[in-house]
C-alpha cells in the first residue's frame, strides 16, 4: 500500500522512520492532589516519557448525579465494582484550573501535554491552551459531534478503538477526515482495565493501518510492557500507558498503571525494538565483518610442493574464514596445487590448477 506520511506532534516525529512516542496517561491518579499531579509530571519525564497525557471533563458532563440502577457498576471484574458512576468521575476528573499549570511543568521539562476531551466544552478549554494534538478514548468513537469538533481544530488526532467495530470505526475516520484531520493515528486497545495480555490481540496493529491508511499504535492496559514492546514488531508508531507514582497509593487507575521504574524501563525496550526492527538484508553487513575470522573456510593443513593433489587428509574446512567457503570442497577435491603451499595457508582459486577440460 501507499505509505503514510510521517508528521509532528510539537518537535516529535510521529512515524515509522522515528522511535515509538511513548505517552504516560495520568488519568486519576492524581488522587485530587495538584502537588501529587505535578509529581506524576516530574516522574514520567525523569522516565523518559515523551508526553502527558490528561482527560478533561467533570463529572456532570459525564453523567447524571443519581444513585442505584444503571448508574451503579455492577461488574465485579472492574476494579470500579460497586462504585457510583458520578461519584468516580468526582473523584477521577482532572480539574480545569490544573490544566495550565500541569501544562506548562511539561513544557518546563520538554514534555509534550495533551488531552481527551469528552465534551464540546472540554475541546474549547484545550484550544485556549493550544493543545498540539488531541486524544480520542474508546469510548467516544461512536460520538461522532464530538468527533467532528476536534477535528476542525486541525490538531493531529490519537484515536483508541476498543471495543469499535469495523463500521464503527469507518464511521469515525470519515468524520475526522471530513471535518479537517489529516494526521491521525490509531490505536489498538482493548477496553477492560486491567487487560490480559491474552485478550490484546495486538495483530490487529496492522490490520488497522491497512484498512484505514492510518499509522498505528497501542492503548495498553496489560501489566507490565512486554505487549507494548511486542507491537513495535507489528508496525506501532505510538504507546499509551496510564502512569502513578506508586500502585500502593492507590487511586481509580493505579491497579493497571506503570510505576516510573517501569515506565523507564518502557521507553528504553521499545525504542529498542524499533531500532531492531531495521530492513530486509541478508548476507555479511558491514558490521558483521569483522565476525567473518569465526566462520569456518578451507584451509591447507600440511606443507605442499607444487603440483600436490588437494585430498581430505591436507584441506580441512576450519576457522578463520579468510579462504574459500566450505561448499566448495568437494569441488577442490582432486585439483592439484600450482605452487607450493604451506600448512596454514587459506585455500583459493589462484593456488589450483583448473579442472580437467575446463577453459
Known sequence: MTAIPSFRIGQRTIGPDAPPLVIAEMSGNHNQSLERALAI???????????LKLQTYTADTMTLDVRGGDFEITNPDSPWFGRNLHEL?????????????????CADLGMLCFSTPFDATAVDLLESLDVPAYKIASFEVP?????????????????????????????????????????LVLLKCTSTYPAAARNSNLRTIPHLREAFGTHVGLSDHTGGIGAATASIALGAVVIEKHFTLRRAD???????????????????????AWEALGEVRYGVSEVERPSTLFR????????????????????????????????????????????????????????????????
Open 250 to 272: 492507590g487511586g481509580v487507575d493505579a491497579s493497571f498503571s506503570l510505576e516510573p521504574e517501569e515506565m523507564a524501563a518502557l521507553v528504553v525496550e521499545t525504542e529498542r
Open 143 to 183: 460520538d461522532l459531534r464530538l468527533l467532528a469538533r476536534v477535528a476542525r481544530t486541525g490538531k493531529p488526532v490519537i484515536m483508541s478503538t476498543g471495543m469499535a467495530s469495523l463500521a464503527e470505526l469507518d464511521d469515525a475516520v470519515r468524520v475526522l477526515r471530513t471535518n479537517g484531520c489529516q494526521q
Open 41 to 51: 509530571v516530574d516522574a514520567a519525564a525523569r522516565a523518559g516519557a515523551h508526553a
Open 296 to 359: 569456518r573456510s578451507l584451509y591447507i593443513v600440511e606443507d605442499l610442493e607444487a603440483g600436490a593433489l588437494l585430498t581430505e587428509s591436507n584441506v580441512r574446512a576450519i576457522r578463520p574464514g579468510h579462504g574459500l567457503s566450505p561448499r566448495h570442497l568437494d569441488q577442490v577435491l582432486g585439483l592439484r596445487t600450482t605452487v607450493p603451499v604451506r600448512k596454514g595457508t587459506p585455500l583459493d582459486w589462484p593456488l589450483l590448477q583448473s579442472p580437467a577440460g575446463a577453459p
Open 89 to 105: 468521575y468526582q473523584e477521577a476528573h482532572t480539574p480545569w484550573a490544573w490544566h495550565a499549570p500541569l501544562m506548562q511543568r
